[in-house]
């Protein structure tokens, strides 16, 4: 047979060179297609932390000029209506979350989880509060400071505040005789006095302010109890999971309007102090040396401890746990960041009913930032006075700011348990007034950094528990290989 011709095609030089050269479009193409979908995947976030950013440029921005309070007012309103429905929403989230959450385990993982997550929160409040000690003792703040320790409380009525009353206020608390009252009163001791110095008399009284405690409690038995019974109350347990999808599903709404709220807080906290520059530059040491403990505990010491429990990388917990961190820095509440909290880590791949169960309890007893801030504050405010502290003294206080912040969740700035601190070690509480001039900007930090431990711990939790008798235990997954998105 004879062979196929070929044929040859020859291409000038100048065709060639005439030829316009061709733009790889498809790769620009799918770059920004990858873009546009990372942009809308984490829209929110984006909204967050620029919100923050906006919410500070406007605020110091806005200083130069003079505001007229009622414009004042409307620059906080936003913020205030934000915050007024996020709490609203906190109750009916606790209340569905953990009892849908715990009703669906067996009642020995429940019981496991529950009594180990207690054990983690007691185990990173201590640190914490060794830390700040360790830093304020090393720093001295106080000693180096000029400040005028001689001014006056505005409007806190301290008293003699004792310890064992507020150990025993925590316990009523946590079993409060009804539960409808808990949701609006919480048990406080009162004190009369005819001046100062004399005690008269002191009463167990219910003042203002949500019963957390007690709803926790009350919520975690419910939820055990449901668990034992199983299948006999399917019903209940099947209308607790339909009210926990309700009351999620209408907070992801609410969550879009979150970047107005916090600029609107944000910029509002900035134009509400009078001497912004003076404050910091007077309270430059003690705001470092608190901010640095706080810092040490979230970098290291918290990463360091997740590490050891889980031998895992802690890198996906932060990236999990940025969008609560930013709505936690912008509202001051972890409150208003539970329910983020929550949804990030079942779309990290954490069980939800673990995701549902440690999150909340976490609201009210995870007190590693108040505990820390309260010791330094306390230390502080010695040195200022030339006050030496004994080992008793520290010990004394590192135990009280640790017990006393896990009861008052609701009580701003952590103030009526820094009087008892004072008063537990002999100190003049009337130089809290000193400190609370930059604790608008100390609260949203270490706020912020509860709700990122809040993350570490239920992540901890959800490798070191088994919640589900059917399947192989496959412990943490990994967020950096997780295929869903963030909140939308």
Same mark, same amino acid.
């Given at each position: 047979s004879s062979p196929r011709p070929v044929n040859i095609t020859i291409l000038s030089v100048d065709n060639v060179a005439d030829k316009p050269p061709q733009h790889?479009?498809?790769?620009?193409?799918?770059?920004?297609?990858?873009?546009?979908?990372?942009?809308?995947?984490?829209?929110?976030? &984006?909204l967050t932390i620029s919100s923050v950013i906006a919410g500070i440029v406007l605020g110091l921005a806005l200083r130069s000029t003079t505001l007229s309070a009622t414009a004042l007012?409307?620059?906080? !309103?936003?913020?205030?209506? !934000?915050? %007024?429905?996020?709490?609203?929403? &906190? #109750?009916?989230? $606790? !209340?569905? =979350? $953990?009892?849908?959450s #715990?009703? %669906?385990?067996e009642s020995?993982?429940?019981?496991?989880?529950?009594?180990?997550?207690?054990?983690?929160y007691a185990t990173t409040a201590i640190i914490t509060s060794a830390i700040g000690i360790f830093f304020v003792t090393m720093i001295q703040p106080g000693r180096s400071s000029s400040l005028p320790h001689s001014a006056k409380m505005n409007s806190l009525s301290t008293g003699e505040i004792e310890p064992i009353d507020t150990f025993l206020d925590l316990l009523r608390n946590m079993f409060p005789d009804n539960i409808f009252k808990a949701t609006f009163q919480r048990i406080t001791t009162k004190y009369e006095h005819v001046n100062r110095s004399e005690l008269v008399n002191k009463e167990v009284v219910d003042g203002p302010g949500t019963n957390i405690l007690g709803v926790l409690v009350f919520c975690t038995f419910f939820g055990l109890v449901t668990s034992r019974l199983g299948e006999r109350v399917r019903v209940v347990i099947?209308? @607790?999971?339909? #009210?926990?999808?309700?009351i999620m599903g209408w907070i992801n709404v609410l969550m879009w309007f979150a970047p107005i709220g916090i600029l609107s807080l944000i910029s509002g906290n900035l134009l509400e102090v009078d001497d912004l520059a003076g404050t910091f530059q007077t309270l430059a040491l003690? &705001? @470092?040396?608190?901010l640095l403990g706080l810092f040490t505990h979230i970098l290291i010491v918290t990463p360091s401890l997740f590490f050891l429990l889980t031998r895992k990388s802690p890198l996906p917990v932060y990236r999990t746990m940025i969008q609560p961190f930013m709505i936690a820095f912008?509202?001051?509440?972890?409150?208003?960041?539970?329910?983020t909290s929550i949804f990030c880590l079942e779309e990290s791949g954490v069980d939800s009913r673990i995701a549902n169960f440690v999150p909340p309890l976490g609201n009210s007893i995870n007190v590693d930032g108040n505990a820390l801030y309260e010791a330094v504050a306390v230390i502080f405010i010695a040195q200022l006075n030339n006050i030496h502290l004994s080992f008793v003294n520290v010990i004394t206080i590192s135990l009280t700011a640790t017990l006393a912040s896990m009861g008052s969740g609701s009580v701003p700035a952590g103030l009526v348990t820094m009087v008892l601190i004072l008063n537990t070690v002999g100190l003049p509480?009337?130089?809290? =007034?000193?400190?609370?001039?930059?604790?608008? #900007? $100390?609260d949203r930090i270490r706020t912020a950094i509860n709700v990122m431990g809040d993350g570490f711990a239920t992540c901890v939790i959800a490798h070191n528990v088994n919640v589900d008798q059917n399947k192989e235990e496959n412990g943490y997954r990994e967020v950096a290989n997780q295929s869903k998105t963030h909140i939308v």
């Open positions: 790889n479009t498809s790769a620009t193409c799918e770059t920004t297609r990858t873009f546009g979908n990372a942009l809308k995947k984490n829209l929110l976030l &984006v007012q409307l620059i906080n !309103f936003p913020g205030e209506i !934000f915050m %007024q429905v996020l709490k609203m929403m &906190v #109750l009916p989230l $606790i !209340f569905t =979350s $953990i009892i849908s #715990l009703s %669906q385990m020995g993982s429940a019981g496991r989880m529950g009594l180990m997550t207690l054990a983690y099947d209308l @607790f999971v339909a #009210l926990e999808a309700i003690y &705001v @470092f040396t608190v912008g509202t001051a509440s972890s409150g208003a960041a539970l329910p509480v009337k130089d809290i =007034s000193i400190i609370i001039t930059v604790d608008w #900007l $100390i």
